[in-house]
């Protein structure tokens, strides 16, 4: 993986991470950045 293909590959990392252990990845990155109001207050 090279340049911006890197940020990409490891966030669908993480995520794969996440489902394995019960979590979503907000919960187990603490990234908010794709999140909505609506999304955070469910």
Do not use: C, H, K, P
């Amino acid at each position: 993986m090279l340049g911006g293909n890197y940020e990409a590959f490891m966030r669908q990392q993480l995520r794969s991470i996440a489902v394995g252990v019960g979590l979503t990845y907000e919960q187990l990155t603490s990234d908010l950045t794709d999140v909505n109001y609506s999304s955070i207050r469910a």
